[in-house]
């Protein structure tokens, strides 16, 4: 493999003597296993190597992107970069300043994942499938098994040069089930920070999923329309992601007159128990980092204090162009892309509202649980959850099909009239924002409470 | 490349070599002022063998470690599926039109200018809209070599075009947008331009609507946001070989409306999906899906179809550079004879949906979709009368296209995969705020 240690020194000199000018470059070579089943066999398994750079660089207020899988010629590349910000800048650059910063930051894990013998994966993944295989009904099954190693170098014409490594396994298990007319499915998400030991050992957590998509069979639809909706600690963290995160990201705001007016700081948005933070600080966690791709030090960022919008997350220039402080959030998804303002580690901080006492006063509502997928435009959201149940006279009832439920943002924040006490973070899934996907990010959140929420239906 | 598959060859009984790569110049606009101009080049090579009758696979952008990449490819040998294909020997190739060298000439300045004009118009007509643009211009070099003798190789060069704008009053937000693609160069923003104004002009006004079945028109942008994933899912080999398809024993059968046909079609002359091949070397063909609504065809790459007995259709893929799969080429549907206009004029009350969004989360292989109206427009006596927000509509795709009034003669492309015309559906269930 290509030392890319030796590489990043070259590329730290080649971005030197430019003046004034702006001008940062990553490099970066990872390591990756995949492993799918589709059905009772293994279908494909892989090893990849991957190697790439790129030199980014902003001249009066415009940017220049060079993106690279050749190492060779780097000068040229720098030229390149320069060549095309010269052709879109015509105003002042601004960036907020930030301490240049020289630091190897190593993985925090002594096994590489991506070193783990396939026969070892292998076996897990045999043992997973055979309990999807053991569930009545069952008509296929879907594994995807993926892990990672990489290491990141970050230079810029300021001085600073960091090199961090990380290391990142996800798996999805899927069960599909038919009665011969009907087709049900329901997945299982997971994730971590390359510690294989977290997904091993979830025969039970991998048999409740498998019978729950044989209920799903006779379970009925819900009826469409406005609910009490009580959310589980997964789905009220991909709430707080889409309905919330994207909207507090300042790319979207920044340039943005009308939506600066929505996302004034000290606007109220909810109630005042309601608290949201995002956090690369938190350690071990799969948007965990210690510095972010502009090399600015990870921050615990409040977003809402106390109901109150009191922060957003910033890459250097949108905190320099809303003169607020940078707070660690560029993020980009590989070396193809240049970093983008993303979340981290997002969540709603913990009340002190038991589940059973949320629901007990709900006459008829649903409880919806579990991630499947969901999608924001900023002021509307749309989620979806892989398992539901209609609340009944305070009480759970039938298992219903998997619902989708959609809202406005901004009246669905303020709905939210009960924080339960047992915050979770989920590990599994992962974002997409433009055609960056999937950033690796965790969101939690404890059992909340949505009231007037909006559910699809017959 | 040939080093490669000498390498392999001698620790495998076949193997194959496939190399691709690009480079990407998008130039970008941001909050109505170009902001980013990028070069993007990338190459990767990919290494599959077949080793004591099971495939391994590797992939590298390391071009000159190839020992690492074969050791690699040997390592996961051990586990992969037994290989039930055959590489293909030397085939000969349809002629496939999908290289136009101007799109290499046209020049950064040409690029920010068509971008400023898009900008500038769409401005002219809304002047508060706050607009991201972005135009694109690419060329792909692929090449395939396998122990068999069979090789290929072939350019594509892909232009795109595209704007979306956000109109925000208030906690009201609009969104709208269009892109357009081609193997030519566009040149012309106005198609663009006048598509986005036309959006905004129809949702200049707010409409509500009632929670109940309502008649429904899609628009081909609506066809591909709502109603295209769950086809293609079934449509897949992969999922009718597993048993997963609805339609996957209904071959020959009517399950759609009569006047519905749809074909998988890698061979449209300039278009950015085209190849002369698929990604296994396959010859590129027109497969029909759908024909007056009986289930015609499924797609098809060397594994699947060798365990399905039946053949390639040409479809294999390489996604994100790994093992092929099947995978929908260019989705077509053919167009009908009835006006968007008429279409409209025929509805006393009703919903046009130009975008769903969050259609795609529900349980796909079963055909249900459920997502809210991101864009889409209330009818009242055949007139659209405006903009319908807080709405989501659930259906399912298999009902839908069971009995369809009408399809419209507006057939387009929505971006580079989905061609489609307009679809009127006699009833979908609408649950609003209002």
């Known amino acids: 493999m290509i030392h890319i240690e030796a590489v990043g020194r070259q590329l730290a000199e080649a971005i030197k003597g430019y003046g004034n000018d702006y001008i940062e470059a990553h490099l970066e070579q990872s390591q990756t296993s995949h492993i799918t089943y589709r059905g009772r066999e293994l279908e494909s398994v892989s090893q990849t190597t991957t190697s790439g750079g790129n030199v980014r660089a902003l001249v009066r207020g415009g940017w220049g992107f060079v993106s690279f899988n050749n190492l060779d010629e780097l000068p040229a590349k720098v030229e390149l970069a320069l060549k095309q910000a010269r052709f879109v800048g015509n105003e002042e650059s601004k960036l ?75 798996l999805r298990l899927t069960a599909i089930v038919t009665d011969g007319t009907e087709v049900q499915q329901v997945g299982l998400s997971l994730g971590s920070r390359g510690d294989f030991s977290l997904i091993q050992g979830l025969h039970q957590q991998v048999e409740q999923m498998s019978q729950r998509a044989v209920e799903l069979l006779s379970a009925p639809q819900v009826k469409g329309g406005e609910y009490t909706v009580v959310l589980d600690p997964v789905l009220a963290g991909v709430f707080v992601h889409e309905a919330f995160g994207h909207l507090s990201e300042a790319d979207f705001v920044y340039e943005n007159d009308r939506l600066r007016e929505i996302m004034v700081l000290g606007r109220k948005f909810g109630s005042a128990e309601l608290n949201i933070v995002d956090s690369a600080a938190i350690p071990g966690l799969r948007g965990s980092y210690k510095y972010d791709d502009e090399g600015v030090p ?131 899934g992962g974002c997409g924002k433009g055609a960056q996907v999937p950033l690796s990010v965790s969101n939690g959140s404890p059992h909340i409470r949505i009231r007037h929420c909006l559910v699809g239906g017959r | 490349m040939e080093d490669i598959l000498t390498q392999a060859k001698k620790v495998a009984e076949e193997a194959e070599v496939f190399m691709v790569s690009s480079e990407e110049i998008p130039v970008q606009f941001e909050a109505n002022r170009l902001k980013h101009i990028q070069s993007k080049q990338s190459r990767s090579l990919a290494l599959r063998i077949v080793r004591q009758g099971k495939v391994g696979y590797s992939a590298t952008t390391e071009l000159g ?84 003798g069979g090789q290929a190789n072939y350019r594509i060069s892909t232009f795109s075009l595209g704007i979306e704008g956000s109109l925000i009053r208030d906690t009201d937000m609009l969104f709208v947008g269009e892109t357009q693609f081609s193997c030519h160069p566009i040149l012309e923003s106005k198609a663009v331009s006048e598509t986005v104004i036309q959006q905004l002009e129809l949702a200049k006004n707010r409409a509500s609507v009632p929670s109940q079945l309502l008649p429904v028109v899609f628009t081909p942008y609506g066809v591909a946001s709502a109603l295209i994933s769950p086809l293609m899912v079934a449509f897949n080999g992969k999922t009718v070989l597993e ?11 009517h399950v759609f409306d009569k006047k519905l046909r749809i074909w998988d079609d890698p061979t449209i002359a300039y278009r950015p999906r085209s190849r002369p091949c698929d ?59 009835t006006s968007f206009d008429e279409m409209v004029g ?31 427009y209330k009818v009242e006596s055949g007139k659209i009368v405006g903009r319908v927000k807080d709405t989501m509509v659930s259906g399912n795709v298999y009902q839908i296209l069971k009995q369809i009034t009408a399809i419209g003669s507006d057939a387009r492309w929505v971006g580079s995969f989905v061609k489609s015309p307009s679809l009127y559906c006699p009833s979908l269930s609408v649950a609003s705020k209002g």
């Open chain 1, 298 to 428: 990870a921050t615990k960022t409040y977003l809402i204090q106390e109901g109150k919008l009191v922060g957003r997350l910033h890459s250097r220039e949108t905190a320099a162009r809303m003169k607020e402080k940078p707070t660690g959030n560029a993020r980009a998804i590989n070396y193809r892309y240049p970093p983008i303002v993303r979340m981290t580690n997002t969540y709603i901080e913990p009340g002190s509202i038991s589940f059973e006492d949320m629901i007990s006063d709900i006459e008829e509502g649903v409880y919806a649980k579990n991630w499947y997928g969901g999608m924001t435009s900023m002021e509307m959201f749309t989620f979806s959850a892989g398992e539901a149940y209609m609340i009944r006279h305070g009480k759970l009832a039938e298992t219903l099909r998997p619902v989708v439920l959609t809202g406005n943002v901004f009246a669905t924040l303020n709905n939210i009239d009960a924080i339960g006490s047992d915050l979770e973070m989920n590990q599994g």
């Open chain 2, 65 to 148: 470690d190839s020992q690492r990449l074969v050791n690699n490819a040997v390592e996961t040998a051990q586990f992969g599926m037994l290989a039930k294909f055959e590489f293909p020997s030397p085939a000969s190739y349809p002629l496939v039109e999908v290289f136009d060298s101007n799109v290499e000439s046209v020049s950064i300045e040409e690029m920010i200018k068509l971008g400023e004009e898009l900008v500038a118009v769409v401005r002219g007509h809304t002047p508060e809209i706050v607009c991201e643009a972005a135009i694109t211009k690419s060329i792909t070099s692929a090449r395939i070599i396998n122990s068999r």
């Open chain 1, 96 to 170: 907020a300043p930030v301490e240049p910063v020289v630091d190897i930051v190593p993985s925090e894990m002594d096994r590489n994942p991506v070193n783990i013998p396939l026969a070892e994966k292998k076996k897990l993944l045999d043992e997973y499938n055979a309990i999807i295989w053991n569930t009545p009904k069952i008509q296929t099954s879907i594994i995807s098994y993926g892990d990672s190693h990489k290491k990141c170098i970050f230079t810029n014409s300021l001085g600073s040069y960091i090199e961090q490594e990380r290391a990142d396994i996800n």
């Open chain 2, 346 to 376: 025929d509805m006393k009350e009703g919903l046009i949906i130009e975008q769903l969004m969050g259609a795609e989360q529900g349980n796909i292989l079963g055909g249900d979709f459920s997502g809210n109206v991101l864009l889409g």
């Open chain 2, 279 to 337: 990604d296994e070397g396959i010859p590129s063909q027109c497969t029909p899906l759908i024909e007056q609504g009986v289930v015609a065809n499924f797609i098809y790459d060397l594994q699947t179809a060798a365990l399905a007995h039946t053949r390639s259709t040409g479809n294999g893929s390489r996604g994100r550079g790994g093992l092929p799969a099947p995978s929908h080429s260019a989705f077509v549907i053919a167009p009908g004879g």
């Open chain 2, 243 to 253: 048993g997963a398809s609805p339609i996957g024993n209904r071959i020959g059968q």
